[in-house]
């Protein structure tokens, strides 16, 4: 049951156009959603994030939208860049309890693989 | 600043053998998270750790694989007997406050672990 779902494996963008990345979640429960980025043979980076209670969130090239009512996000780069190309992880964050503290928990999707043609 | 280190970086090893992972998470971080990363299942969660504490392990898969977290500076994760499924890419990561999602999960580069 996969609650983050990144339903394009791969996207394919011109240098200087604008890349969209979209993500879906089934949980309602989530309340901060992140997006990482990853270059081959490194770790997962952070890129952005957003509260549930925004609906947009801006940096430099970077947007992230999200739309609660749709349980969609995606992420927006603008221009997009030969040095953007990787692969973009959408994450999810439900709380929990554990002996009466609560945690955050990150849920990713599968990945999508971004190139950026120059 | 130093970011999270894991060791080794490949392992190869035969069907069998015990396996150990090591990770050093950033300084000052106090929670730690290990994830597994395969084709058909992406990137989940084994185990999480608070204040060097087990907090959540449903993501370990079964009793072959145990973590520990002897001090905030280093945990393991060890896999005994290990079987060729087990061949993933094994990632460490640490954050600040209790995973909070505001304070993201900074990662190691992987050990690239394959079970012949």
């Known amino acids: 049951d996969q609650q983050v779902k990144q339903n394009s494996p791969s996207l394919s963008v011109q240098e200087g156009r604008i890349s969209i990345l979209n993500c879906d979640y089934t949980?309602?429960?989530?309340?901060?959603f992140l997006w990482y980025k990853k270059y081959p043979a490194e770790g997962p980076t952070f890129l952005i994030s957003i509260s549930s209670i925004k609906d947009k969130n801006e940096d430099g090239r970077f947007t992230v939208f999200l739309n609660k009512s749709a349980k969609h996000l995606s992420l927006h780069i603008v221009p997009s860049q030969p040095g953007d190309s990787a692969v973009y992880f959408c994450a999810a964050s439900a709380s929990f309890n554990a002996g009466g503290t609560s945690y955050g928990k990150l849920t990713f999707g599968q990945g999508t693989i971004l190139t950026v043609h120059p | 600043d130093a970011g999270v280190i894991q060791s080794p970086r490949h392992e190869v090893t035969e069907m069998g053998q015990e396996v150990t992972l090591r990770c050093k998470p950033i300084s000052g971080h106090n929670s730690l998270f290990w994830y597994r990363q395969t084709m058909m299942r992406g990137l989940e969660l084994l185990i999480y750790f608070n204040n060097n504490v087990p907090i959540d392990d449903s993501g370990m898969p079964e009793d072959r694989f145990s973590a520990k977290m002897p001090n905030a500076s280093f945990s393991t994760l060890k896999i005994q007997p290990s079987e060729p499924r087990d061949s993933a890419v094994y990632f460490c990561?640490?954050?600040?406050?209790?995973?909070?999602?505001?304070?993201?999960?900074?990662f190691g580069d992987g050990t690239r672990l394959s079970i012949l």
């Open positions: 990561a640490s954050s600040r406050r209790r995973g909070d999602a505001n304070q993201p999960q900074h």
């Open positions: 949980n309602s429960m989530f309340d901060y």
